[in-house]
């Protein structure tokens, strides 16, 4: 099985993020109500979860040594 590093993950997302908004603010569209901004942001968030429960699985194991 291939492991994931969230992390690189996260910080593409991020960057893509970071476009989708100064273009949507550039536009004049509020980001609530970019479509692609907020699935973005939503694709950001599910990856901020599994870079937090990695981080806790690591922790758990470290303890367990």
Request: avoid cysteine; proline fraction near 4%; hydrophobic fraction near 30%.
């Given at each position: 099985?291939?492991?994931v590093n969230y992390?690189?993950?996260l910080e593409k997302e991020k960057?893509?993020?970071?476009?989708?908004g100064e273009e949507a603010l550039k536009n004049g569209?509020?980001?609530t109500q970019d479509e692609a901004f907020m699935a973005q942001n939503?694709?950001?968030?599910a990856l901020v979860v599994k870079?937090?429960?990695e981080k806790e699985r690591n922790r758990k194991?470290?303890?367990e040594r």
């Open positions: 099985m291939k492991r992390h690189e993950e960057e893509k993020l970071n476009r989708l569209i509020p980001l939503r694709k950001v968030d870079v937090i429960k194991k470290q303890r």
